[in-house]
C-alpha cells in the first residue's frame, strides 16, 4: 500500500464550492493514473473523474461534467477535485486513487491504492 493523503473535504451549501486535495508518496506520481470515487452510506464506491498520468486526459462521472474539475502537479505529487455548484446528492465520502497499470479508469478494482476518504457534506 502507497500512501495517500486527501484533504479539504467538510460542510457546506448547495451551490457552494470545495476543494479536495490528495498527496502520493512514495512512488513515481508522474507515471500513476489518480482517480477520485465517492461512497454513501450502504452503496458502493462509485467513480467520479479521473486523470491520466501526463494530465492530458481526463474522464469524469455524467453527473459531475461541467461541475467538476480534475487537475494534477506532477511536481507536488498532488492530485485535485475542484468541485463548483455542488447538490445535495453530492454528499459522500470521497476516496482517492491511484494506479500505474489501470485498464480501466471507472473501476475501483484496476486501482491498486486508495486514500482513507474525506467526508463532503451539502446541506440546503
Known amino acids: 500500500q502507497v500512501p495517500l493523503v486527501e484533504s479539504g473535504g467538510g460542510l457546506v451549501q448547495a451551490g457552494d464550492s470545495l476543494r479536495l486535495s490528495c498527496v502520493l508518496s512514495?512512488?513515481?506520481?508522474?507515471?500513476?493514473?489518480m482517480g477520485w470515487f465517492r461512497r454513501v452510506p450502504g452503496k458502493e464506491r462509485k467513480f467520479v473523474a479521473a486523470s491520466s498520468w501526463a494530465g492530458g486526459v481526463t474522464w469524469y462521472e455524467d453527473s459531475v461534467k461541467g461541475r467538476f474539475s480534475i487537475s494534477r502537479d506532477n511536481a507536488k505529487n498532488t492530485v485535485i477535485l475542484q468541485m463548483n455548484s455542488l447538490k445535495l446528492e453530492d454528499t459522500a465520502v470521497y476516496y482517492c486513487a491511484a494506479g500505474e497499470k489501470v485498464y480501466d479508469v471507472f473501476r475501483t478494482a484496476a486501482y491498486d491504492s486508495w486514500g482513507q476518504g474525506t467526508q463532503v457534506t451539502v446541506s440546503s
Open positions: 512514495g512512488r513515481a506520481f508522474s507515471r500513476s493514473v
